[in-house]
T-cell receptor, first 113, second 113 residues
Framework: DQQVKQNSPSLSVQEGRISILNCDYT??????FLWYKKYPAEGPTFLIS?????DKNEDGRFTVFLNKSAKHLSLHIVPSQPGDSAVYFCAASPNFGNEKLTFGTGTRLTIIP | DVKVTQSSRYLVKRTGEKVFLECVQD?????MFWYRQDPGLGLRLIYF???????EKGDIPEGYSVSREKKERFSLILESASTNQTSMYLCASRRTPPNYGYTFGSGTRLTVV
């Protein structure tokens, strides 16, 4: 039972354009969401997060949008740069106790120069 | 800068061998996690630990065990390695919530032949 889904395994975007990565979740107990970026042969690194009390969080070129009613979040990268080429994982957690993160299956983003 | 260190980047082991993957963090984090990453399957949780000598099964614990004798060290043990355990193994740590982000190690690429 995949509680966090990234339905696009891969995405190619022209350099300078906007990249939009999508993530859906099914568990209504999730109320904290994160995006991680992973290069080959390296561990994932934290990118940006959002709490369910917000619908948008921005950090430089990265913006995460949360639509709680649709159980959907998206990561926008603008403008896209070649160094953004990586696998992106979304992750979710309930906002209580000591709950672990549940990760999606990842989307491989390729930025075309 | 905070760090999670995995002792080996690449390992090749034979079927049936007992394999130890070591992970050390220098952040005094209470929580530590072992994931494996496989194409199309994302990050799947094997085991985690909330404190010294405590351990909890994740989503795919079969064929694995763990040890946490000291707060900074969390070891993953493959009791009898099999070819289907060929994977990228990722260790992570986290402070007790409300900080929910993980810090990951660089990963160990294990090949079982």
């Amino acid at each position: 039972d995949q509680q966090v889904k990234q339905n696009s395994p891969s995405l190619s975007v022209q350099e300078g354009r906007i990249s939009i990565l999508n993530c859906d979740y099914t568990n209504s107990m999730f109320d904290y969401f994160l995006w991680y970026k992973k290069y080959p042969a390296e561990g994932p690194t934290f990118l940006i997060s959002i709490s369910s009390i917000k619908d948008k969080n921005e950090d430089g070129r990265f913006t995460v949008f949360l639509n709680k009613s649709a159980k959907h979040l998206s990561l926008h990268i603008v403008p896209s740069q070649p160094g953004d080429s990586a696998v992106y994982f979304c992750a979710a957690s309930p906002n209580f106790g000591n709950e672990k993160l549940t990760f999606g299956t990842g989307t491989r983003l390729t930025i075309i120069p | 800068d905070v760090k999670v260190t995995q002792s080996s980047r690449y390992l090749v082991k034979r079927t049936g061998e007992k394999v130890f993957l070591e992970c050390v963090q220098d952040m005094d984090h209470e929580n530590m996690f072992w994931y494996r990453q496989d194409p199309g399957l994302g990050l799947r949780l094997i085991y985690f630990s909330y404190d010294v000598k405590m351990k909890e099964k994740g989503d795919i614990p079969e064929g694995y065990s763990v040890s946490r004798e000291k707060k900074e060290r969390f070891s993953l043990i493959l009791e009898s390695a099999s070819t289907n355990q060929t994977s990228m193994y990722l260790c992570a740590s986290r402070r007790t919530p409300p900080n929910y982000g993980y810090t990951f190690g660089s990963g160990t690429r294990l090949t079982v032949v």
